[in-house]
């Protein structure tokens, strides 16, 4: 009789069971939703003095620091299945491919079996921090040099992935949108169907402002055990490039954008700022120059420059707005904490086919480069210049033995909860930012730029247009490319919410 | 505030007792005067009228005939009032914002609700004239047809078979109601006039998107799901600026704003109620933060190619709406939630600069205007613009004559609710396609329309306005041409039709085609240039 029950009842019940657990252990190496440790911290990275800065055509050696300048690291593990994520801002004009190399290996040295491909690390695009670029500008020995600088980077960065790595805990997240008028689409069309980057708008030619703005700030809000804002992300897609001609180093509007979120919330805030796509943008105003100076004047006390907003007090001004939009979005959104997100982090290496360089172009290229070499001292401060048409010539002939040549870049694709985070290494023009956005099926996307060496990505708008940030010297991959990376990026964000 | 002045030491009594009397004087004076211790030149008066019908209407706004199923909140006309002696020379002002989608102007039909509201003032008070009234509308589409053009004239049916023999009002006679009450308002702001000032700023406010998107092979589309893989890229530029004026009292309190921002009114855009959009809410949060007498005059700035619409991101939009708390009567595209959201941030955007402004009043700042009328180039229509619109014709009168002749064989069918959406649908895009060979005819006969364009001065700042639903590209243009500090572009001080910009007629979206556009760039340039041409002459 015990044996009829046993066979009648506990048998099937065991396999029942059985089953049941099998398929709960197989949903659990799927499950995507899971305990969130976030670590974080912020490095300093400020070069010493005197340093060579990066971002104009000609060298410019600072002698003055105004600010410092900072790395902001956020190190994030979900432990089912075991996931990490690494997400780094710098306080530089890009990031060349050898950095990443030189940040990976250091952190690899530290912690070995660390997954280093995980690493994202963007540039807040500030063109008064010290260049990160070797060969691009004369190297007088009385500065710092380019590689050490480089490696300096590399070596903190490192330092603050390890901190941040051994000190995470539980965490949870919020994120949420608001909107800051901070982006101005700096190109300029005229008449005659021509372009210009920071182009007048006050003469009887101007038509229009080429394209569009992203005025959406993304935000994450990262909170400890006790319910304290640990950590923030902020998606803006305007770079900091505010007082990119000064010859001091800057962080630009990230420096008081920090100072007022940390005099907030806590001094120890990490603030992790990621560019947008913002190829054809800029913080400065287009138009309405006076009025837009005027309430500078108003708010501020301060008489300004004119209608020149390249001053402390535009950066005073960018940093308020921003930081009104995120302490609003803070307010709204820190009711909604997530405990268990998922966490996913996809790397890919994509070949994007190269914007081809026509004749014509070669030959205006070597006109400019020669009008450059002829004078010494031109010459040698235009090392920059010389090298980008160089750049153009050298493409031109490569053209003739790879008629199809390929840009390899990588793209960093992540999920967190119901938001997604999509990088690409260029100045990304807004219009492909825009793209993504409206096609991915998360709820929110923070497409992050500069996470790599740069170079413009333009619109086949812009490029009838012309003029900087749109010809050849400025480009590698044009429209073409602009439209595969988008749709790549596209198809493995959605890859996420099958 | 005033002040003693430093008094020398007199002899001691003899001193003690005239400065006594100086003193006295002196705070009398300041008293008499209050704060404003110079001479009054600029008068400032306000006035609202409510102009919500008191009966069904038809509401304006989408293809179709709607009837009114009930009021959602009022439409009002609110007018300023401004009167400058400065010099000796009196300029005289009134400026009405009004809840409406658009102010006839006589431009499309006889109907002129501007020629009305001016007749009516001019005659309660003669010293103005004509010219000195600028009329502008928000654009809400949940308001009244405000037409002398009857219902079965505008959508093919009678309103009493459109009401299914319920009571309504004719077009019409909402038409003379509403004249009669904007002019009481701009009569009642004129009365109301007492010494104040005014103050300018510049703010900010995201409310107004692009509305229209461009697929891979240039070809654009209003609104539409911009998640498709053919989407490329939002066709046209956003302005993001909020041009404020404020006026105060003579004890400097706040009495008004005229709030400026390049988005239409149409958040609820398909409701069958009336309403004011968000102007409903804006006013009354503004109220509840500043004042609630406070007087809100609002425009819209060059806005023909914008929405209040978000073109992507709706989910997350909701979401934040519900966590502002703001989804009590539902969020997303079309919600309460939308306008309350859009309220919040203009809210903000005004309250933002509003020290600086208290801080900064000017008490006689220079006033000035002119109105003209200019000869605009029309956009001529061509062989394929009439080869289309006969294609329109051809579809659409078939179906129209059809649903009619099934409604006259069927009358019961007329006391379904909304049954006449289909026929007047059908009606409005048989008479677009109509109306576009009658234009080609016209331009033959004269290739220019006159349109009225106003520009005033108040201090630093310029007022400019159009009639149009004018694309943003062009109020730009105007703006960085101008002289003055700031520039308030208003459209819709008239009839509307859209003015759209080259790029958009070659992508061919609804708002640039022919049918939609009685003019084009090359008039759009003509309007830039003049406009330009009088805000520099008030300089």
Sequence with gaps: MVDILYNAVMKPLAFRNFCLGAVLCLLASFAAADELRVGATT?????????????????????????????????????????????????????PTELLDLIRKAVRARLPRFNTRNIMVNASHTHTGGVVRANWYPEPDSIVKVTDYQHFIAEKVAEG?????????????SWGIGYAKVAYNRRARYEDGTARMYGKTDGDDFRKIEGYEDQSINTLFFWNPQGALKATCINVASPAQIVESRYTVNADYWHPLREILRKEHHPSLVILGWVGAAGDQTPRPMYEHSAEARMLRLRYGEPGQGNDFRTDVYLKEIARRIAECVNDTYRVVQKEKHENVTLAHQVLDLNLPMRPVKEEEVVEARKMQEEDLADPIRATQMKRRIAWQQEVIDRFEMQKTIPNPKYPVEIHVIRLGDIAIASNPFELFTEYGVQMKARSKSLQTFVVQLVGPGTYLPTRYAEEGGHYSAIVQSVRVGPEGGQLLVDKTVEQINRFWP | MCQLPNNKRLNMSAGIKYTHIYSLVYHLFCLTLGPVAFSQTLQIGWATTDITPTQPVLIQGQFHARLSEGVKDPLTA??????????GQPVRVIMIGLDLISVADGLRDNSNLRKEVRERVVKAIPELKPTDISLNATHTHTAPVTSLRSAQEIYGVSLEEI???????????????????????????????????????????VVGHNRLQVDQAGKSLMYGNTSRPEFSHIEGYEDHNLNLIYTWDTSRKLTGVVVNIAVPSQVSEHLYEISADFWNETRALMREELGKDLYVLPQVSAAGDQSPHFMWNDKAEERMQKLMGLDKDGTGRNSMGRRLQIARTITEGVKAILPYMKENIEWDPIVAQKTENIPLSRRLLGPDDLATADKETAEWKPKYEQMLAEIKANPDKTKEKRWYTAITIAHTRYRRGRSVHERYE??????????????????????????????????????????????FVVQLAGGGSYLPTRRSILGGAYGAVPASTLFGPEGGTELVEKTVEMIKSLW
């Design chain 2, 163 to 205: 009401a299914g023999g319920k009571k309504a009002i004719e077009p019409r006679e909402y038409y003379y109601f509403a004249a009669e009450k904007i002019a009481e308002a701009a009569i009642n702001a004129w009365k109301n006039r007492k010494p104040g000032g005014v103050s300018y700023g510049l703010s900010k406010a």
């Design chain 2, 442 to 487: 016209a331009e033959k006969r004269n290739p220019k329309l006159p349109v009225e364009v106003k520009v005033i001065r108040i201090g630093d700042v310029a007022i400019a306005t159009n009639p149009f639903e004018l694309y943003l590209d062009y109020g730009i243009r105007m703006k960085v041409k101008s002289p003055a500090v700031q520039t």
């Design chain 1, 43 to 95: 490095v300093d990275i400020t070069p010493q003095l005197p340093v060579s800065l990066d971002g104009q055509m000609a060298l410019r050696v600072a002698s003055k620091i105004e600010t410092p300048l900072e790395a902001n690291v956020l190190v994030l593990e979900s432990l089912s299945p075991q996931n990490t994520s690494v997400w780094v801002t710098c306080d530089i004009v890009t990031i």
């Design chain 2, 78 to 87: 609110t007018a300023l009032a401004i009167e400058s002696q400065k010099g």
């Design chain 1, 161 to 173: 992935i390890e901190n941040a790595w051994k000190t995470r805990e539980k965490c949870t997240v």
